[in-house]
């Protein structure tokens, strides 16, 4: 599955029940016109050994665009209320970076947001 879009957040790092290390981000795809715009959410795994790559990983900014290639599974699990639910699951093979987002533009915004 080949995915382009937007981090929704910083990846995070989490260990496994195997001890091995696993990380894990949210990439946003948008669609329709832009009056009607929709996101779609994709939840990423990568298993990136310790290195560069990794480290680049885990370096990402929320609202960087990225290109992702990856395997798809669907999961289906029962939620706290009870109801049974389906995740796609995207485990991550190749990652590019497409466009780092506006260094200028993110810290005036940041400043913005303890502004009423």
Do not use: C, H
């Not at 599974?73 to 796609?88: C, I, P, Q, V």
Request: charged fraction near 30%; avoid cysteine.
């Amino acid at each position: 599955m080949t995915i382009v879009g937007r981090l929704g957040a910083e990846p995070e790092i989490q260990p496994t029940s195997t001890g091995q290390d696993v990380i894990k981000y949210a990439v946003g795809t948008s669609y329709g016109p832009r009056d009607a715009r929709q996101t779609s959410w994709f939840k990423v795994s990568s298993f990136e050994k310790e290195g560069p790559r990794r480290d680049l990983l885990l370096g990402l900014q929320k609202g960087t665009l990225v290109y992702i290639e990856g395997e798809a599974r669907m999961r289906t699990f029962e939620d706290k209320e009870g109801s049974l639910r389906s995740a796609l699951n995207i485990t991550q093979r190749n990652l590019e970076i497409l466009k780092r987002p506006d260094q200028a533009k993110t810290e005036l915004a940041e400043g913005a947001e303890g502004q009423i």
